[in-house]
């Protein structure tokens, strides 16, 4: 059983669509961040969320973690080649920072 | 300043041989986490050090799975027997005391022929 369901796993788009990647469980988290990862490299941290209901921007990049602390989304604003790569949500619970849960991914292809 | 290294980049090895993999944390964190990831399963927690505490050894899907951290630094994660169902990528990462933000090594691929 997956703790935290990502959808979509896939996602191929033409440059300048927007997405949104989404990232959902039944359990509530105290934080949530979201990854990015190249092949043949480790994940990248974009962003940390901690209070329900927050909102964070990171320039075309548009993250908000759910009212109940369940859910987050990823939304990317005009989507440029360079977005390419796996992006992977993962949740802490409660005072366990370090016992990440991590979603299954979205492989995101953006074509020029 | 560096970030985390890991080593070997690649292994292959025998089924039923042993492997340690290495990791050496960015200089002054003390917490140092051991991931695996593998098609399929997406990203899963093994095991999570921090400073002198007792590990949080959860994850290992085995006893065949042990890690170390020497000196509050360096860690080996050893996989004893190794099976073909362990070839994975394996990755460390660090991050300060509390602190949510974890940094990750590029991952040792390990390979069970």
């Known amino acids: 059983t997956q703790l935290l369901e990502q959808s979509p796993q896939f996602l191929s788009i033409q440059e300048g669509e927007n997405l949104t990647v989404y990232c959902n469980s039944s359990?509530?988290?105290?934080?949530l961040q979201w990854y990015r990862q190249e092949p043949g490299e480790g994940p990248v941290l974009l962003v940390t969320?901690?209070?329900?209901?927050e909102v964070k921007k990171l320039k075309r990049l548009t993250f908000q973690f759910g009212d109940a602390r369940k859910d987050s989304s990823l939304h990317i604003t005009a989507a440029q080649p360079g977005d390419t790569g796996l992006y992977l949500c993962a949740g802490a619970r409660g005072t366990s920072y370090g016992k990440l849960t991590f979603g299954q991914g979205t492989i995101l292809t953006v074509h020029p | 300043g560096a970030g985390v290294s890991q080593s070997p980049s690649n292994k292959v090895t025998e089924k039923g041989k042993d492997v340690e993999l290495r990791c050496d944390p960015i200089?002054?964190?003390?917490?140092l986490y051991w991931y695996r990831q593998s098609l399929g399963q997406g990203l899963e927690f093994l095991i999570y050090?921090?400073?002198?505490?007792?590990?949080?050894k959860s994850g290992l899907p085995s006893d065949r799975f042990s890690a170390e951290r020497t000196g509050g630094s360096v860690s080996t994660l050893t996989i004893q027997r190794t099976q073909q169902e362990d070839s994975a990528v394996y990755l460390c990462?660090?991050?300060?005391?509390?602190?949510?933000?974890?940094?990750f090594g590029p991952g040792t691929r390990l390979t069970v022929t």
């Open positions: 050090f921090q400073g002198n505490s007792a590990p949080d």
């Open positions: 200089s002054g964190h003390t917490a």
């Open positions: 990462a660090s991050s300060h005391r509390g602190a949510y933000e974890q940094y």
């Open positions: 969320v901690v209070t329900g209901g």
């Open positions: 359990s509530v988290f105290s934080s």
